[in-house]
Protein backbone atom coordinates (compact mmCIF):
# COMPACT_ATOMS: atom_id res chain seq x y z
CA UNK A 1 0.00 0.00 0.00
CA UNK A 2 2.39 2.62 0.88
CA UNK A 3 4.18 1.84 -2.29
CA UNK A 4 1.40 2.65 -4.32
CA UNK A 5 1.28 5.98 -2.45
CA UNK A 6 4.89 6.77 -4.04
CA UNK A 7 4.06 8.42 -6.96
CA UNK A 8 1.45 11.39 -5.92
CA UNK A 9 1.08 11.83 -9.48
CA UNK A 10 -0.10 16.01 -9.69
CA UNK A 11 -2.86 16.96 -11.78
CA UNK A 12 -0.71 19.79 -13.36
CA UNK A 13 1.06 19.15 -16.51
CA UNK A 14 5.00 19.42 -17.55
CA UNK A 15 4.83 22.97 -19.35
CA UNK A 16 8.12 23.14 -19.67
CA UNK A 17 9.04 22.33 -23.40
CA UNK A 18 5.79 24.15 -24.39
CA UNK A 19 6.90 27.07 -23.16
CA UNK A 20 10.23 26.56 -24.88
CA UNK A 21 9.06 26.39 -27.88
CA UNK A 22 6.89 29.75 -27.23
CA UNK A 23 9.88 31.30 -25.73
CA UNK A 24 11.92 30.04 -29.12
CA UNK A 25 9.16 31.58 -31.54
CA UNK A 26 9.14 34.77 -30.07
CA UNK A 27 12.88 34.58 -30.27
CA UNK A 28 12.29 34.01 -33.69
CA UNK A 29 9.97 36.90 -34.57
CA UNK A 30 11.52 39.39 -32.60
CA UNK A 31 14.55 38.86 -34.29
CA UNK A 32 13.43 38.68 -37.72
CA UNK A 33 10.58 41.13 -37.24
CA UNK A 34 11.62 45.19 -39.22
CA UNK A 35 9.34 47.65 -38.69
CA UNK A 36 8.18 49.18 -41.42
CA UNK A 37 10.48 51.95 -41.89
CA UNK A 38 8.82 55.67 -42.25
CA UNK A 39 7.63 56.19 -45.70
CA UNK A 40 7.13 59.47 -47.75
CA UNK A 41 4.63 57.98 -49.98
CA UNK A 42 2.45 54.98 -49.82
CA UNK A 43 2.35 53.53 -53.60
CA UNK A 44 -0.17 51.03 -55.01
CA UNK A 45 2.07 48.80 -56.91
CA UNK A 46 0.28 46.54 -60.03
CA UNK A 47 0.57 43.46 -59.48
CA UNK A 48 2.50 40.44 -62.25
CA UNK A 49 3.26 36.80 -61.47
CA UNK A 50 7.46 37.73 -61.52
CA UNK A 51 8.69 35.84 -58.55
CA UNK A 52 12.13 37.64 -58.90
CA UNK A 53 12.48 39.35 -55.62
CA UNK A 54 14.13 43.06 -55.02
CA UNK A 55 17.74 42.94 -54.03
CA UNK A 56 18.39 44.59 -51.16
CA UNK A 57 21.53 46.49 -51.66
CA UNK A 58 22.93 49.01 -54.09
CA UNK A 59 19.19 49.78 -54.52
CA UNK A 60 17.85 53.41 -56.08
CA UNK A 61 14.45 53.22 -56.54
CA UNK A 62 12.58 55.62 -58.18
CA UNK A 63 9.13 55.99 -57.15
CA UNK A 64 6.13 57.98 -58.81
CA UNK A 65 3.04 58.02 -56.63
CA UNK A 66 -0.73 58.08 -57.78
CA UNK A 67 -0.33 62.05 -58.04
CA UNK A 68 2.84 61.61 -60.19
CA UNK A 69 5.11 63.27 -57.84
CA UNK A 70 8.43 61.63 -57.88
CA UNK A 71 10.41 60.21 -55.25
CA UNK A 72 14.25 59.46 -54.65
CA UNK A 73 16.06 56.64 -52.51
CA UNK A 74 18.83 54.50 -52.13
CA UNK A 75 19.59 51.58 -49.85
CA UNK A 76 23.26 52.38 -48.63
CA UNK A 77 23.51 54.81 -45.91
CA UNK A 78 27.66 55.50 -46.71
CA UNK A 79 26.46 56.50 -50.46
CA UNK A 80 23.34 58.30 -48.93
CA UNK A 81 25.69 60.36 -46.39
CA UNK A 82 28.34 61.29 -49.90
CA UNK A 83 25.09 62.09 -52.35
CA UNK A 84 23.60 64.69 -49.96
CA UNK A 85 26.87 66.24 -49.33
CA UNK A 86 27.50 66.71 -53.41
CA UNK A 87 24.27 67.75 -53.75
CA UNK A 88 24.42 70.19 -51.07
CA UNK A 89 27.03 71.53 -53.00
CA UNK A 90 25.49 71.59 -56.32
CA UNK A 91 22.64 73.26 -55.35
CA UNK A 92 24.81 75.83 -52.63
CA UNK A 93 22.24 75.21 -49.85
CA UNK A 94 24.12 74.47 -46.82
CA UNK A 95 23.18 71.41 -44.03
CA UNK A 96 24.13 71.06 -40.95
CA UNK A 97 25.62 67.23 -39.68
CA UNK A 98 22.47 66.97 -37.91
CA UNK A 99 20.81 67.45 -41.19
CA UNK A 100 22.85 65.95 -42.64
CA UNK A 101 22.62 62.71 -40.52
CA UNK A 102 18.79 62.78 -40.56
CA UNK A 103 18.72 62.82 -44.54
CA UNK A 104 20.25 59.19 -43.79
CA UNK A 105 18.55 57.51 -41.70
CA UNK A 106 15.47 58.97 -43.96
CA UNK A 107 14.00 56.67 -46.85
CA UNK A 108 12.77 58.31 -49.98
CA UNK A 109 13.01 62.03 -50.49
CA UNK A 110 10.37 63.91 -52.59
CA UNK A 111 11.54 67.53 -51.90
CA UNK A 112 13.03 70.21 -54.33
CA UNK A 113 16.65 70.60 -53.06
CA UNK A 114 15.61 74.36 -52.17
CA UNK A 115 13.20 73.76 -49.24
CA UNK A 116 15.62 70.59 -48.15
CA UNK A 117 16.51 72.23 -45.42
CA UNK A 118 13.76 73.09 -43.90
CA UNK A 119 12.73 69.71 -43.98
CA UNK A 120 15.52 68.30 -42.62
CA UNK A 121 15.82 70.41 -39.99
CA UNK A 122 11.81 68.98 -38.78
CA UNK A 123 12.39 66.58 -35.80
CA UNK A 124 9.27 65.05 -35.32
CA UNK A 125 8.28 62.44 -38.34
CA UNK A 126 4.77 64.09 -37.74
CA UNK A 127 6.02 67.35 -39.41
CA UNK A 128 8.07 65.62 -41.77
CA UNK A 129 5.20 63.40 -42.91
CA UNK A 130 3.26 66.88 -43.59
CA UNK A 131 5.39 68.57 -45.93
CA UNK A 132 5.56 65.17 -47.12
CA UNK A 133 2.15 65.64 -48.25
CA UNK A 134 1.95 69.02 -50.01
CA UNK A 135 5.09 69.12 -51.76
CA UNK A 136 5.19 68.74 -55.39
CA UNK A 137 8.27 66.03 -55.50
CA UNK A 138 11.83 66.22 -57.17
CA UNK A 139 11.51 68.31 -60.26
CA UNK A 140 11.82 66.83 -63.33
CA UNK A 141 10.81 69.19 -65.48
CA UNK A 142 13.76 70.16 -68.38
CA UNK A 143 14.28 73.40 -67.21
CA UNK A 144 14.72 72.16 -63.07
CA UNK A 145 15.79 68.73 -63.50
CA UNK A 146 16.59 67.61 -60.06
CA UNK A 147 15.95 63.91 -60.55
CA UNK A 148 18.60 63.99 -63.23
CA UNK A 149 20.82 65.09 -60.46
CA UNK A 150 19.79 63.03 -57.82
CA UNK A 151 20.67 59.69 -60.23
CA UNK A 152 24.10 61.29 -61.59
CA UNK A 153 25.46 61.96 -58.38
CA UNK A 154 24.44 58.87 -57.03
CA UNK A 155 25.84 56.94 -59.83
CA UNK A 156 29.17 58.81 -59.44
CA UNK A 157 29.59 58.25 -55.57
CA UNK A 158 28.28 54.80 -55.63
CA UNK A 159 30.69 53.63 -58.75
CA UNK A 160 33.53 55.77 -56.94
CA UNK A 161 33.21 53.62 -53.98
CA UNK A 162 32.69 50.25 -55.60
CA UNK A 163 34.95 50.09 -58.93
CA UNK A 164 33.07 51.60 -61.11
CA UNK A 165 30.29 49.36 -60.99
CA UNK A 166 26.40 50.76 -61.14
CA UNK A 167 23.99 50.77 -58.83
CA UNK A 168 20.82 48.73 -59.07
CA UNK A 169 17.58 50.89 -60.63
CA UNK A 170 14.04 50.16 -59.62
CA UNK A 171 11.40 51.80 -60.46
CA UNK A 172 8.14 51.68 -58.36
CA UNK A 173 5.22 53.69 -60.22
CA UNK A 174 1.75 53.73 -58.89
CA UNK A 175 -0.67 51.39 -60.69
CA UNK A 176 -3.13 54.00 -61.50
CA UNK A 177 -0.68 57.00 -62.62
CA UNK A 178 -0.71 57.94 -65.95
CA UNK A 179 1.67 56.39 -68.22
CA UNK A 180 2.86 59.54 -70.01
CA UNK A 181 4.33 60.64 -66.37
CA UNK A 182 6.43 57.39 -65.71
CA UNK A 183 7.26 57.78 -69.67
CA UNK A 184 9.19 61.26 -68.55
CA UNK A 185 11.13 59.74 -66.06
CA UNK A 186 12.20 56.79 -68.21
CA UNK A 187 13.35 59.53 -70.67
CA UNK A 188 15.09 60.73 -67.93
CA UNK A 189 16.88 57.12 -66.91
CA UNK A 190 17.94 56.90 -70.53
CA UNK A 191 19.15 60.29 -71.18
CA UNK A 192 22.59 60.16 -71.73
CA UNK A 193 24.63 61.01 -68.99
CA UNK A 194 23.17 58.41 -67.18
CA UNK A 195 22.15 55.97 -69.37
CA UNK A 196 20.21 53.59 -67.32
CA UNK A 197 18.08 51.47 -70.43
CA UNK A 198 17.97 48.02 -67.87
CA UNK A 199 15.62 48.47 -64.85
CA UNK A 200 13.59 46.81 -62.49
CA UNK A 201 9.70 47.90 -61.92
CA UNK A 202 8.33 46.74 -58.21
CA UNK A 203 5.49 44.92 -58.68
CA UNK A 204 2.81 43.16 -56.04
CA UNK A 205 3.09 39.20 -56.46
CA UNK A 206 -0.35 38.27 -57.96
CA UNK A 207 -1.39 35.18 -56.93
CA UNK A 208 -4.58 34.81 -58.90
CA UNK A 209 -1.88 35.00 -61.99
CA UNK A 210 0.25 32.26 -61.32
CA UNK A 211 -3.00 30.01 -60.41
CA UNK A 212 -4.44 30.75 -64.09
CA UNK A 213 -1.08 30.30 -65.66
CA UNK A 214 -0.97 26.63 -63.40
CA UNK A 215 -4.57 26.02 -64.82
CA UNK A 216 -3.76 26.57 -68.67
CA UNK A 217 -4.16 23.34 -70.49
CA UNK A 218 -0.57 21.83 -71.17
CA UNK B 1 16.39 40.72 -2.49
CA UNK B 2 14.20 38.16 -1.75
CA UNK B 3 16.27 36.98 1.06
CA UNK B 4 16.56 40.44 2.41
CA UNK B 5 12.57 40.61 2.58
CA UNK B 6 11.74 37.26 3.98
CA UNK B 7 14.23 37.79 6.93
CA UNK B 8 13.15 41.49 7.76
CA UNK B 9 9.50 40.55 8.06
CA UNK B 10 9.82 37.43 9.40
CA UNK B 11 7.18 36.64 12.75
CA UNK B 12 8.32 33.59 14.32
CA UNK B 13 4.01 32.82 13.56
CA UNK B 14 4.88 32.87 9.83
CA UNK B 15 8.24 30.83 9.40
CA UNK B 16 6.42 28.63 11.59
CA UNK B 17 3.46 28.24 8.99
CA UNK B 18 6.17 28.00 6.14
CA UNK B 19 7.79 25.34 7.35
CA UNK B 20 4.86 23.20 7.99
CA UNK B 21 3.67 24.38 4.25
CA UNK B 22 7.33 22.10 2.62
CA UNK B 23 7.85 25.15 0.83
CA UNK B 24 8.95 24.20 -2.14
CA UNK B 25 11.88 25.17 -4.71
CA UNK B 26 9.43 25.75 -7.76
CA UNK B 27 9.11 29.69 -9.28
CA UNK B 28 5.42 30.24 -10.39
CA UNK B 29 6.04 30.78 -14.03
CA UNK B 30 2.66 31.32 -15.01
CA UNK B 31 2.88 35.27 -15.22
CA UNK B 32 6.12 35.12 -17.68
CA UNK B 33 5.29 32.65 -19.99
CA UNK B 34 1.45 34.65 -19.90
CA UNK B 35 3.84 37.44 -21.39
CA UNK B 36 6.28 35.23 -23.56
CA UNK B 37 2.83 34.16 -25.16
CA UNK B 38 1.48 37.28 -25.58
CA UNK B 39 4.53 38.98 -27.09
CA UNK B 40 4.38 35.66 -29.34
CA UNK B 41 0.99 36.36 -30.07
CA UNK B 42 1.59 40.08 -31.12
CA UNK B 43 4.53 39.36 -33.18
CA UNK B 44 3.07 36.79 -35.14
CA UNK B 45 -0.46 38.93 -35.98
CA UNK B 46 1.62 42.17 -36.99
CA UNK B 47 4.37 40.29 -38.47
CA UNK B 48 3.36 40.76 -42.56
CA UNK B 49 5.06 38.75 -45.08
CA UNK B 50 5.40 41.42 -47.52
CA UNK B 51 8.21 40.84 -50.93
CA UNK B 52 7.54 42.72 -53.54
CA UNK B 53 8.68 41.17 -57.14
CA UNK B 54 10.46 42.67 -59.72
CA UNK B 55 9.74 43.04 -63.79
CA UNK B 56 13.60 43.59 -65.59
CA UNK B 57 12.88 45.66 -68.45
CA UNK B 58 15.35 46.66 -70.84
CA UNK B 59 15.21 49.75 -73.33
CA UNK B 60 16.84 50.15 -76.40
CA UNK B 61 19.76 52.27 -76.31
CA UNK B 62 18.47 55.25 -77.95
CA UNK B 63 20.80 56.69 -80.36
CA UNK B 64 19.82 53.18 -82.56
CA UNK B 65 18.46 55.10 -85.38
CA UNK B 66 14.49 54.34 -84.32
CA UNK B 67 13.77 50.82 -84.86
CA UNK B 68 11.18 52.01 -87.81
CA UNK B 69 13.07 50.93 -90.57
CA UNK B 70 13.62 47.50 -89.18
CA UNK B 71 10.01 47.19 -87.25
CA UNK B 72 8.46 47.29 -91.15
CA UNK B 73 10.99 44.17 -92.64
CA UNK B 74 9.60 42.38 -89.36
CA UNK B 75 7.41 39.45 -90.20
CA UNK B 76 5.07 38.14 -87.59
CA UNK B 77 4.80 41.24 -85.91
CA UNK B 78 1.81 42.52 -83.83
CA UNK B 79 1.19 46.10 -82.34
CA UNK B 80 -0.45 47.13 -79.37
CA UNK B 81 -1.77 50.34 -78.40
CA UNK B 82 -2.88 50.36 -74.76
CA UNK B 83 -5.49 53.33 -74.26
CA UNK B 84 -7.93 55.01 -71.78
CA UNK B 85 -10.80 52.52 -69.56
CA UNK B 86 -8.46 49.83 -69.81
CA UNK B 87 -8.77 49.58 -73.75
CA UNK B 88 -5.98 47.80 -76.08
CA UNK B 89 -6.37 48.27 -79.33
CA UNK B 90 -3.87 46.46 -81.86
CA UNK B 91 -2.79 45.48 -85.45
CA UNK B 92 -1.04 43.05 -87.16
CA UNK B 93 2.41 43.19 -89.30
CA UNK B 94 3.64 46.49 -91.30
CA UNK B 95 1.11 49.49 -90.55
CA UNK B 96 -0.36 50.11 -94.32
CA UNK B 97 -1.82 53.36 -94.08
CA UNK B 98 -5.34 53.70 -95.39
CA UNK B 99 -5.45 50.19 -94.75
CA UNK B 100 -4.38 48.90 -91.35
CA UNK B 101 -7.84 48.49 -89.51
CA UNK B 102 -7.44 48.16 -85.30
CA UNK B 103 -9.06 45.90 -83.38
CA UNK B 104 -10.26 46.53 -80.27
CA UNK B 105 -9.96 44.53 -77.19
CA UNK B 106 -8.61 44.07 -73.38
CA UNK B 107 -6.67 42.81 -70.65
CA UNK B 108 -9.46 39.90 -69.94
CA UNK B 109 -9.12 38.71 -73.65
CA UNK B 110 -5.79 39.38 -74.42
CA UNK B 111 -3.93 36.72 -72.83
CA UNK B 112 -5.67 33.59 -74.90
CA UNK B 113 -5.31 35.70 -78.34
CA UNK B 114 -1.35 36.43 -77.56
CA UNK B 115 -1.08 32.67 -76.34
CA UNK B 116 -2.79 31.65 -79.97
CA UNK B 117 -1.18 33.71 -81.93
CA UNK B 118 2.60 32.58 -80.27
CA UNK B 119 1.23 29.22 -80.96
CA UNK B 120 4.51 27.51 -81.77
CA UNK B 121 6.23 29.22 -79.19
CA UNK B 122 4.13 28.98 -76.31
CA UNK B 123 3.98 25.24 -77.13
CA UNK B 124 7.59 24.53 -77.36
CA UNK B 125 8.34 26.10 -74.11
CA UNK B 126 5.00 24.21 -72.20
CA UNK B 127 6.93 21.12 -73.78
CA UNK B 128 10.61 22.21 -72.35
CA UNK B 129 8.18 23.01 -68.64
CA UNK B 130 7.25 19.46 -69.15
CA UNK B 131 10.67 17.91 -69.92
CA UNK B 132 12.00 19.76 -66.46
CA UNK B 133 9.40 18.93 -64.65
CA UNK B 134 10.16 14.75 -65.29
CA UNK B 135 13.93 16.04 -64.95
CA UNK B 136 15.00 15.50 -68.28
CA UNK B 137 16.49 18.64 -68.60
CA UNK B 138 17.88 20.69 -66.05
CA UNK B 139 17.15 24.46 -65.16
CA UNK B 140 20.23 26.03 -66.95
CA UNK B 141 18.55 23.95 -70.17
CA UNK B 142 15.16 24.88 -69.58
CA UNK B 143 16.64 28.60 -69.62
CA UNK B 144 18.71 28.68 -72.78
CA UNK B 145 16.17 26.51 -74.66
CA UNK B 146 13.51 28.71 -73.84
CA UNK B 147 15.60 31.71 -74.95
CA UNK B 148 16.21 29.87 -78.28
CA UNK B 149 12.57 29.05 -78.79
CA UNK B 150 12.02 32.92 -77.90
CA UNK B 151 14.27 33.90 -80.37
CA UNK B 152 12.91 31.70 -83.18
CA UNK B 153 11.90 33.73 -86.64
CA UNK B 154 8.54 32.79 -86.24
CA UNK B 155 8.22 33.79 -82.85
CA UNK B 156 6.02 36.50 -82.53
CA UNK B 157 7.26 40.22 -82.05
CA UNK B 158 5.37 42.83 -80.35
CA UNK B 159 5.42 46.07 -79.77
CA UNK B 160 3.76 47.93 -76.72
CA UNK B 161 2.98 51.32 -77.20
CA UNK B 162 1.28 53.08 -74.36
CA UNK B 163 -0.29 56.33 -75.31
CA UNK B 164 -1.53 59.41 -73.48
CA UNK B 165 -4.63 58.08 -71.61
CA UNK B 166 -2.76 54.58 -70.45
CA UNK B 167 -1.81 53.75 -66.84
CA UNK B 168 1.43 52.56 -65.66
CA UNK B 169 -0.66 49.39 -64.60
CA UNK B 170 -1.40 48.66 -67.84
CA UNK B 171 1.97 48.61 -69.14
CA UNK B 172 3.24 46.09 -66.25
CA UNK B 173 -0.23 43.92 -66.92
CA UNK B 174 1.35 43.78 -70.38
CA UNK B 175 4.79 42.94 -69.75
CA UNK B 176 3.68 40.34 -67.47
CA UNK B 177 1.23 38.96 -70.52
CA UNK B 178 4.46 38.85 -72.45
CA UNK B 179 6.22 36.20 -70.05
CA UNK B 180 2.71 34.57 -69.72
CA UNK B 181 2.06 33.84 -73.46
CA UNK B 182 6.11 32.84 -73.77
CA UNK B 183 7.00 36.11 -75.73
CA UNK B 184 10.51 37.17 -75.72
CA UNK B 185 10.69 39.52 -78.19
CA UNK B 186 9.06 42.51 -77.76
CA UNK B 187 9.83 46.41 -77.02
CA UNK B 188 7.63 49.27 -74.93
CA UNK B 189 7.66 52.06 -77.41
CA UNK B 190 6.55 55.65 -76.72
CA UNK B 191 6.48 56.77 -80.50
CA UNK B 192 3.10 56.62 -81.72
CA UNK B 193 3.32 57.71 -85.89
CA UNK B 194 1.19 60.29 -87.11
CA UNK B 195 -0.38 57.73 -89.43
CA UNK B 196 -0.75 55.38 -86.76
CA UNK B 197 -2.26 58.68 -84.41
CA UNK B 198 -4.85 59.19 -87.04
CA UNK B 199 -6.32 55.74 -86.96
CA UNK B 200 -6.16 55.40 -83.45
CA UNK B 201 -7.91 58.83 -82.53
CA UNK B 202 -10.89 57.69 -85.02
CA UNK B 203 -11.01 54.28 -83.14
CA UNK B 204 -11.26 55.94 -79.49
CA UNK B 205 -14.10 57.96 -80.29
CA UNK B 206 -16.27 54.72 -80.85
CA UNK B 207 -15.81 54.10 -77.08
Do not use: C
Not at chain 1, 161 to 166: D, E, L, M, T, Y
Not at chain 2, 178 to 183: L, N, R, V, Y
Request: cysteine-free.
Amino acid sequence: MSKLKMPRSSPALDMTPMVDLGFLLVTFFMLTAQFRPEEAVVVDTPSSMSQSPIPTENLMTVTVDSGGRVFWDFTDKLVRAEVIKEMAKRYKISLDAEQERRFVNLNDIGIPLQKLPTYLSLDSPVDRKQLDDVSPGIPIDSTDNQLLDWIRVTQLIFSSGSGGKNPIVALKGDGNVNYSVINKVIKIFQSPTVKINRFKMITDLEASRIATKAAEPQ
Amino acid sequence: MADVQQGDGGGGARHQKKRAKKGSTHIDMTPMVDLAFLLLTFFILTTTMYKPSTLQLTFPVPPDEKDKPELDKVNNALTLFLTKEDQILYYKDAFKPGETQLTRTDFSKITPLLIDWNKTTFDRIQELGRKLNANEINETAYDSLKNLAQKEKEALFVIIKPDKDAKYRNMIDMVDDMAIAGIGKYAVQDTIKPAEETVLDAEKLKF
